[in-house]
């Protein structure tokens, strides 16, 4: 029998007393501001100097991981930034995953590259804060002057009798002492850290390569029942009947049921469960599950329709103006050259390795449950189900297990609450498995979009006008008592987008159409399609200006170090930084050095999203009979001061090239009677190991600028680099995804 996944006693203790135990307590408020309170005078056995820390006596450091981890190395990475400041070998090191509990940790949802900045600066001061209260007992120890102390390597040292003492040795003492003031406590000089910077390996990757049950799917409870859950093809649709008796007659199975579900597309949709005493078993009585759907009005869409009404739409003016500087018109009528292109690409799913799963446990006898799922969202989770099911927050516990990939799909709760429903008409435990199937036709999808654009250049070869009609896709859904149309994530675009705010004539317009398809973010909401088209059609500018591709780029940014935003929720742009990663990988690349072959080319790109600061270069191979071989990637970032781990920090702009890539050559998900065609990896392609990258080179560029994350920041720019290396190679423009559709033969 497999391993359960379950707390244990001492690790709900260790969360227990981080809270209640002896000596005090240093957490992080809601909003991740430092806050400390006073605890019980009973001392611990062990130093627990916040919710975050324990060091046992025996010397062994504990820290837990409040986000959730998604493969993004935020379980490795953070706990770095404490261990750094706390003065520990790394070796000394075990690393728990946190429940959620926002109340003792602050925020804890993992999404947008966001879990690095709001925490950084926290994490270094809660390692500082513990290591200066173990200077503190060893100096009263000591009966010395702590200024007297230092810590190093899990022990601090008095510097004239070179004295030392273990942590594990420091740790009733320091457990007795109060939470110093803020001005007692001093963070490293960066130019001492001896862990930071370096290359470690992920936390968890032992567990993972020998087959240890860490994610969702891994999941054993004592009784527990298995279910599945079957939803209405077309989005929107509900069930009206099915062959129950006949289901629940099978083999294994316990029971089978309708769920009446929610209108909410992201939320707990109508749907048929059925549970067995297996997951296999619940499998096959699937495939004998016949049910009559109401199919509703979403039959009628299709992608074909939707291309039609965008084509119809762009002959129009726009339905909402987003940006109007200037008479686009007139500098239109008076540049010397004009380019019109229209650029479109498809829904595609986030096809995660992992199935979305979660184990629910509901206990009538007090109205509680208890959820292991593999969330980036926990909060949001919780909040789900409480507004679903009306059970309190107090009385839902939320474990945070890994999760065999992300990409934004878990920052979504629907298989959190659809187990929740299952598990309310089950005396047990029950764990719900999506099959590829479900994960790939029950998305909440990465919306589709057209951009019709038209720009012209003057006779300095500059850009003269920019007018950009965007088409994409928005859900009706009531608020407030009033019916809208809400943007699916990625569907909107700001007006502060490159290169609105540094043209003297720019407008950019938007229609947006209604449809039944569930919409999520999908890594990088916006900027992983707006960078393929904004920067594919600068370079058609520079092109039809005859000027080189990089110079024509610095130039549109400009000679200011700082573009301000022109809307509330806008960001300051920093040119200077962008500029300097464009310079910095155009010299690593040798832009403009080397001669290309027909048939080969090079590709410049530049993008800012989530903090982050991006340029690559791309340089291909494309046969005369149109096969596409990338040889190199350049990458050079700027995510501020400190890279934490060296290690993650070059996976994750790695895993965003290919990533990049993939959805660059291959998925598209069609859209035929309101529902998705493709059904799993053999009709729904990604990239495999041949088609990747033959080398990619990354650089990371240090600025003094606040630490940000890498989850996304890398992957936009790939898409219009590797197509601008392509028009290089053959004359042919990309205004198309994916590539697989497309011709890229030449002669």
């Given at each position: 029998?497999?391993?359960?996944?379950?707390?244990?006693?001492?690790?709900?203790?260790?969360?227990?007393?981080?809270?209640?135990?002896?000596?005090?307590?240093?957490?992080?408020?809601?909003?991740?501001?430092?806050?400390?309170?006073?605890?019980?005078?009973?001392?611990?056995?062990?130093?627990?100097?916040?919710?975050?820390?324990?060091?046992?006596?025996?010397?062994?450091?504990?820290?837990?991981?409040?986000?959730?981890?998604?493969?993004?190395?935020?379980?490795?990475?953070?706990?770095?930034?404490?261990?750094?400041?706390?003065?520990?070998?790394?070796?000394?090191?075990?690393?728990?995953?946190?429940?959620?509990?926002?109340?003792?940790?602050?925020?804890?949802?993992?999404?947008?590259?966001?879990?690095?900045?709001?925490?950084?600066?926290?994490?270094?001061?809660?390692?500082?804060?513990?290591?200066?209260?173990?200077?503190?007992?060893?100096?009263?120890?000591?009966?010395?002057?702590?200024?007297?102390?230092?810590?190093?390597?899990?022990?601090?040292?008095?510097?004239?009798?070179?004295?030392?003492?273990?942590?594990?040795?420091?740790?009733?003492?320091?457990?007795?002492?109060?939470?110093?003031?803020?001005?007692?406590?001093?963070?490293?000089?960066?130019?001492?850290?001896?862990?930071?910077?370096?290359?470690?390996?992920?936390?968890?990757?032992?567990?993972?390569?020998?087959?240890?049950?860490?994610?969702?799917?891994?999941?054993?409870?004592?009784?527990?029942?298995?279910?599945?859950?079957?939803?209405?093809?077309?989005?929107?649709?509900?069930?009206?009947?099915?062959?129950?008796?006949?289901?629940?007659?099978?083999?294994?199975?316990?029971?089978?049921?309708?769920?009446?579900?929610?209108?909410?597309?992201?939320?707990?949709?109508?749907?048929?469960?059925?549970?067995?005493?297996?997951?296999?078993?619940?499998?096959?009585?699937?495939?004998?599950?016949?049910?009559?759907?109401?199919?509703?009005?979403?039959?009628?869409?299709?992608?074909?329709?939707?291309?039609?009404?965008?084509?119809?739409?762009?002959?129009?003016?726009?339905?909402?103006?987003?940006?109007?500087?200037?008479?686009?018109?007139?500098?239109?009528?008076?540049?010397?050259?004009?380019?019109?292109?229209?650029?479109?690409?498809?829904?595609?799913?986030?096809?995660?390795?992992?199935?979305?799963?979660?184990?629910?446990?509901?206990?009538?006898?007090?109205?509680?449950?208890?959820?292991?799922?593999?969330?980036?969202?926990?909060?949001?989770?919780?909040?789900?189900?409480?507004?679903?099911?009306?059970?309190?927050?107090?009385?839902?516990?939320?474990?945070?297990?890994?999760?065999?990939?992300?990409?934004?799909?878990?920052?979504?709760?629907?298989?959190?609450?659809?187990?929740?429903?299952?598990?309310?008409?089950?005396?047990?435990?029950?764990?719900?498995?999506?099959?590829?199937?479900?994960?790939?036709?029950?998305?909440?999808?990465?919306?589709?979009?057209?951009?019709?654009?038209?720009?012209?250049?003057?006779?300095?070869?500059?850009?003269?006008?920019?007018?950009?009609?965007?088409?994409?896709f928005a859900n009706r859904v009531e608020r407030e008592g009033k019916s809208v149309l809400q943007p699916g994530s990625?569907?909107?675009?700001?007006?502060?987008?490159?290169?609105?705010?540094?043209?003297?004539?720019?407008?950019?317009?938007?229609?947006?159409?209604?449809?039944?398809?569930?919409?999520?973010?999908?890594?990088?909401?916006?900027?992983?399609?707006?960078?393929?088209?904004?920067?594919?059609?600068?370079?058609?500018?520079?092109?039809?200006?005859?000027?080189?591709?990089?110079?024509?780029?610095?130039?549109?940014?400009?000679?200011?170090?700082?573009?301000?935003?022109?809307?509330?929720?806008?960001?300051?742009?920093?040119?200077?930084?962008?500029?300097?990663?464009?310079?910095?990988?155009?010299?690593?690349?040798?832009?403009?050095?080397?001669?290309?072959?027909?048939?080969?080319?090079?590709?410049?790109?530049?993008?800012?999203?989530?903090?982050?600061?991006?340029?690559?270069?791309?340089?291909?191979?494309?046969?005369?009979?149109?096969?596409?071989?990338?040889?190199?990637?350049?990458?050079?970032?700027?995510?501020?001061?400190?890279?934490?781990?060296?290690?993650?920090?070059?996976?994750?702009?790695?895993?965003?090239?290919?990533?990049?890539?993939?959805?660059?050559?291959?998925?598209?998900?069609?859209?035929?009677?309101?529902?998705?065609?493709?059904?799993?990896?053999?009709?729904?392609?990604?990239?495999?190991?041949?088609?990747?990258?033959?080398?990619?080179?990354?650089?990371?560029?240090?600025?003094?600028?606040?630490?940000?994350?890498?989850?996304?920041?890398?992957?936009?720019?790939?898409?219009?680099?590797?197509?601008?290396?392509?028009?290089?190679?053959?004359?042919?423009?990309?205004?198309?995804?994916?590539?697989?559709?497309?011709?890229?033969?030449?002669?």
């Amino acid at each position: 029998m497999s391993r359960a996944i379950v707390p244990s006693a001492s690790r709900r203790g260790f969360l227990r007393t981080g809270a209640v135990g002896g000596g005090f307590m240093l957490g992080m408020s809601a909003s991740g501001v430092l806050a400390a309170a006073t605890r019980a005078a009973v001392p611990a056995p062990d130093f627990v100097p916040n919710a975050f820390i324990r060091i046992g006596r025996d010397g062994s450091v504990t820290l837990i991981s409040k986000q959730p981890e998604i493969g993004q190395g935020i379980k490795t990475s953070l706990p770095m930034v404490i261990a750094e400041e706390l003065e520990v070998s790394w070796k000394q090191v075990r690393v728990i995953q946190g429940d959620l509990d926002p109340a003792l940790y602050g925020p804890q949802g993992a999404g947008g590259s966001s879990s690095t900045p709001t925490n950084y600066e926290n994490f270094h001061r809660l390692g500082a804060t513990a290591r200066t209260m173990l200077v503190q007992a060893a100096a009263l120890i000591w009966k010395v002057p702590a200024a007297q102390c230092s810590a190093a390597a899990g022990a601090v040292i008095h510097g004239p009798s070179k004295r030392r003492l273990g942590y594990g040795a420091l740790a009733e003492t320091a457990a007795r002492l109060p939470v110093p003031e803020a001005a007692q406590v001093v963070l490293k000089d960066p130019a001492t850290f001896t862990l930071l910077g370096r290359r470690i390996g992920g936390v968890d990757n032992a567990a993972i390569v020998s087959g240890q049950p860490l994610f969702g799917v891994d999941v054993r409870l004592p009784g527990m029942l298995y279910a599945v859950y079957a939803k209405c093809p077309v989005f929107g649709g509900k069930p009206i009947g099915a062959n129950l008796d006949a289901v629940k007659a099978m083999p294994g199975v316990t029971d089978a049921f309708l769920v009446e579900g929610t209108p909410n597309l992201n939320g707990l949709r109508p749907g048929v469960a059925i549970v067995a005493t297996s997951t296999w078993a619940a499998m096959r009585a699937r495939r004998a599950l016949e049910v009559n759907w109401d199919e509703g009005a979403g039959a009628g869409q299709s992608w074909t329709g939707f291309a039609a009404q965008a084509q119809a739409a762009s002959k129009q003016a726009g339905a909402s103006s987003v940006r109007k500087d200037g008479d686009v018109a007139a500098a239109l009528a008076g540049a010397v050259k004009v380019v019109e292109a229209a650029y479109s690409y498809p829904f595609i799913s986030h096809a995660s390795m992992e199935p979305q799963n979660c184990t629910a446990w509901f206990k009538p006898q007090d109205g509680s449950l208890e959820l292991w799922a593999p969330t980036q969202n926990p909060g949001s989770g919780q909040a789900l189900v409480t507004s679903t099911f009306g059970i309190p927050k107090e009385k839902i516990v939320l474990h945070i297990v890994r999760s065999g990939g992300g990409f934004g799909r878990r920052l979504s709760s629907d298989f959190i609450v659809e187990a929740t429903a299952i598990a309310r008409k089950v005396a047990a435990p029950v764990k719900l498995t999506w099959t590829r199937e479900d994960d790939l036709q029950h998305d909440h999808f990465r919306p589709g979009g057209f951009h019709f654009l038209r720009g012209g250049v003057d006779a300095a070869g500059k850009v003269a006008a920019w007018h950009d009609h965007f088409v994409s896709f928005a859900n009706r859904v009531e608020r407030e008592g009033k019916s809208v149309l809400q943007p699916g994530s990625g569907a909107s675009l700001s007006s502060d987008e490159f290169p609105g705010r540094w043209l003297a004539n720019c407008q950019i317009e938007q229609t947006l159409l209604e449809c039944q398809i569930p919409m999520g973010p999908w890594r990088a909401p916006g900027s992983c399609v707006f960078s393929w088209v904004f920067q594919s059609f600068i370079d058609e500018l520079a092109h039809a200006a005859g000027r080189d591709a990089l110079e024509f780029r610095l130039e549109l940014l400009g000679d200011k170090d700082l573009v301000p935003a022109t809307t509330e929720r806008g960001v300051a742009y920093d040119v200077k930084r962008m500029r300097h990663v464009l310079q910095e990988v155009a010299q690593r690349a040798g832009w403009g050095k080397r001669s290309f072959p027909r048939g080969q080319g090079q590709g410049i790109a530049f993008h800012f999203s989530h903090r982050g600061y991006v340029a690559q270069v791309a340089e291909v191979t494309v046969t005369q009979d149109g096969k596409l071989k990338v040889d190199r990637v350049v990458v050079a970032v700027d995510v501020g001061a400190q890279i934490v781990n060296l290690s993650g920090a070059e996976h994750q702009v790695e895993g965003s090239v290919i990533d990049g890539l993939s959805t660059l050559m291959f998925p598209a998900l069609d859209i035929e009677g309101g529902r998705i065609v493709q059904s799993n990896f053999h009709d729904y392609q990604l990239l495999r190991m041949p088609d990747a990258p033959t080398k990619i080179d990354t650089h990371f560029i240090k600025t003094a600028n606040p630490v940000t994350g890498l989850g996304e920041p890398a992957l936009p720019p790939l898409a219009p680099a590797v197509c601008n290396a392509i028009f290089a190679a053959t004359g042919k423009r990309v205004r198309q995804l994916p590539l697989s559709t497309l011709d890229l033969s030449w002669s």
